[in-house]
């Protein structure tokens, strides 16, 4: 659970390395809060935009968890990192580097509307998305 931090791409995962290798907290009045990654990549099946590099790398950065409207690679490796991590399906072809995405703008996942700093809360079950916190 945490605030959104967006990245819209499709097939080409520059932005979404970008974020993982950046801080994955904020600091509040309250405290350290963990961000999630939420990415809209089209849902296209064809390339993983996340491997177990980028996953430890999130990891590493205190990211909370993250969201994926398309693929992953390199499951056993995910599966071992301190992050959660949601997708539509696993791919072993990475991604091509063109440097093409945005960061930071709503986004629409499977029919729902996130923008970034909503609150976003995951479990085996699913997903829940709110414009506040919830706890």
Not at 104 to 131: C, E, K, N, T
């Amino acid at each position: 659970m945490g605030p959104v931090y967006t990245v819209q791409c499709f097939e080409d995962n520059t932005f979404v390395k970008q974020a993982v290798d950046s801080q994955g907290w904020i600091d509040t009045p309250t405290g350290r809060i963990a961000q999630v990654l939420v990415v809209d990549g089209g849902a296209s099946l064809r390339r993983a935009l996340l491997g177990g590099n980028l996953a430890a790398a999130a990891a590493r950065n205190g990211w909370a968890g993250i969201v994926i409207d398309g693929c992953v690679r390199d499951l056993a490796e995910l599966e071992q990192q301190q992050v959660g991590i949601r997708a539509l399906a696993p791919m072993p072809l990475p991604t091509e580097k063109r440097q093409q995405g945005l960061v930071q703008l709503p986004v629409r996942i499977q029919g729902v509307w996130v923008r970034p700093g909503d609150w976003l809360y995951a479990d085996r079950d699913g997903v829940v998305v709110s414009s506040k916190p919830l706890m």
